[in-house]
């Protein structure tokens, strides 16, 4: 049975580590985007190409933006999220917002390349190719034929999850652009973290959750996708764990395990915390340590409804090496 989370009290507003460009770094971060799209790729975001290209001209960021980066990489905090603003988005010149499902950026929009831009210098931006048709941008808007599904195409609540929980090469890190509002203003990105929820738990909980007692299905975006073998929902240091958990498709596979993880889905969702991204907000979370969800929020599918990209990123392409169809950055 799914496990609700989204019930529980969400507390105000925290200060979120965060960046907000100058309107000089904001010209230049769009003076580089705008240089991707004329690359010779043609501006299309998935070419080798164009990512090479993409790959170079993140060293050129602001430095300020460059250190906030790099210092997110190697320490994410007890949060593990950065929030980055007034990166280059012009809401009022974007074309509608998408409403069909799969929807992928394959421009090199101003947007789309700002997106790639930072993510690349996180790491390897990446993508499945069962999910979204392996594009590297996703378009995260409300879809009116998914509207009540736990999928980046529902506006209802989402629950709390790592991206693509059951995948052993899900990202390290996601990155939302904000691009586009929702009409009222009020869908907020709910997420949680498993250093700060850990302090709640009993040392007996935490060695169930590190137990292989747990499986999990594959979300509603991928068109094909097998459910995992039993795993740990928690790994690694047992103070300082990581997290694999989506509260909508994981289950328990004895008592024991069930009650365990209802109690770590109510010390996360007690130190959960709401983000309403702004056009031009792009945040980054660490899917290691952090689970994320969404508030409710209602559609008018009319052109200007909510509208995010979404990048992953692995911090080393390696270990998925395996898993990639040749030698770019889509995994099978």
């Known amino acids: 049975m799914p496990i609700s989370l989204l019930s529980h009290r969400i507390p105000e507003d925290i200060d979120l580590p965060s960046v907000t460009l100058t309107d000089r770094e904001r010209t230049e971060v ?9 690359c010779p790729a043609a501006g299309q975001v998935d070419d080798p190409r164009w990512l090479t290209q993409a790959r170079r001209q993140s060293c050129r960021l602001p430095v300020r933006l460059l250190e906030a980066l790099r210092d997110f990489r190697s320490a994410p905090g007890p949060g593990g999220y950065l929030l980055v603003g007034n990166l280059p988005v012009d809401a009022e010149t974007l074309p509608d917002t998408p409403s069909v499902a799969d929807s992928v950026e394959r421009r090199a929009t101003v947007a789309a390349s700002t997106a790639m831009l930072l993510g690349q210098q996180l790491g390897d931006v990446f993508a499945f190719r069962n999910e979204k048709h392996g594009a590297l941008v996703h378009n995260v808007v409300p879809v009116p034929a998914l509207a009540a599904s736990q999928s980046n195409g529902g506006s209802v609540e989402l629950e709390l999850h790592n991206e693509n929980a059951f995948h052993p090469h899900r990202p390290d890190l996601i990155g939302l652009l904000c691009l586009r509002s929702d009409h009222e203003g009020t869908a907020g990105t709910l997420f949680s973290s498993i250093r700060r929820a850990r302090v709640l738990l009993a040392d007996s909980d935490v060695a169930i959750l590190r137990r292989p007692r747990f499986v999990t299905e594959a ?3 991928f068109r094909a996708g097998d459910a995992t073998t039993a795993h740990c929902v928690l790994n690694g240091s047992f103070d ?3 997290i694999q958990v989506d509260f909508s498709a994981t289950r328990a596979l004895d008592d024991a395990a069930g009650a365990a993880l209802r109690r770590l889905g109510a010390a996360l969702a007690e130190v959960a915390s709401e983000l309403v991204l702004r056009p031009g907000g792009m945040a980054f979370l660490d899917n290691r340590l952090v689970v994320h969800g969404r508030t409710e929020f209602t559609p008018r599918y009319d052109g200007s409804d909510r509208w995010l990209h979404r990048v992953y990123v692995h911090l080393d392409g390696r270990p ?3 898993h990639r169809i040749g030698p770019g950055p889509v995994l099978a």
């Open 30 to 38: 769009r003076a580089l985007a705008e240089e991707l799209h004329r």
């Open 219 to 221: 979300p509603p975006s």
């Open 240 to 242: 300082d764990p990581d």
């Open 320 to 322: 998925s090496r395996s």
